[in-house]
């Protein structure tokens, strides 16, 4: 596993006082870091994990996270004003489809809320948490190369990488502090943020089925409004939606 200091060489000045902790494995860097605020720890602080051994994705799903093929971190930060917290996720999504752009000249697509596509092959998600006292986590989980094992946990979407073999070079400190620094400088500039995520959302004018913590919704995506929430045009109308997730739907045929 790269060191902290490698990182650190990577990041611009603004971010050279950062605590940083890379680690071999750990059980899930996003269950860590809550730990770590709980004990006292004090935002920001960025926690990078070569492997995880209980990694998990949205709605406590598991998210396969094994050794030298992929990249998993959690980026903490002090609670922002109310206006950010919903551009929280779109903002790190912006920042992972243009880091895997400028270091490895890797397209992606952004699936609303909170995966990163290639075609249709899931090559990173995102979690991003508030706790209690307001400090924000926001957790990545990035597939660089094809692991050698086979995830043993249920996938929710066909498992794609950023890269087809694992690269010579370890890119993965690259990526990481290109990352972090397009996610800061979007974060002090949030009017940029939406209007940088919607050419890059995956779906936009297909059918999709939006389902959570609701009845199922389908419709045609329409795109996406300032606050990051999804717009999605169903018989009854344009409706917005700011939380759940969506899955394409086969077009109907013309009867």
Do not use: C
């Amino acid at each position: 596993m790269f060191t902290a200091e490698t990182l650190r060489r990577l990041l611009p000045a603004s971010l050279q006082t950062l605590a940083i902790t890379t680690v071999e494995t750990t059980t899930s860097t996003n269950q860590v870091a809550e730990s770590q605020v709980a004990a006292g720890k004090q935002p920001p602080f960025w926690l990078l994990a070569n492997a995880q051994t209980n990694g998990v994705g949205r709605r406590g799903k598991a998210f396969f996270s094994p050794a030298q093929t992929g990249l998993y971190m959690t980026y903490v930060l002090p609670a922002p004003r109310p206006a950010l917290l919903s551009l929280l996720t779109p903002a790190a999504g912006v920042a992972l489809h243009l880091a895997a752009q400028q270091q490895l000249g890797v397209k992606t697509q952004i699936k609303w809320v909170n995966d990163l596509l290639i075609g249709d092959k899931k090559v990173a998600g995102i979690l991003a948490s508030r706790l209690t006292n307001g400090t924000i986590l926001v957790g990545i989980g990035i597939n660089v190369a094809p692991a050698v094992a086979k995830p043993d946990i249920t996938i929710d979407l066909p498992v794609g990488t950023l890269l087809p073999h694992q690269p010579t070079k370890d890119i993965r400190p690259a990526l990481a502090a290109a990352w972090l620094s397009h996610f800061t400088r979007m974060l002090a500039a949030p009017e940029t943020i939406m209007p940088s995520y919607r050419p890059a959302a995956a779906w936009v004018g297909q059918p999709v089925r939006l389902s959570g913590a609701h009845q199922p919704v389908d419709g045609m995506l329409q795109g996406f409004a300032d606050d990051g929430s999804l717009l999605l045009q169903t018989t009854t109308g344009l409706q917005q939606f700011n939380s759940g997730s969506i899955r394409l739907q086969p077009a109907k045929s013309p009867r």
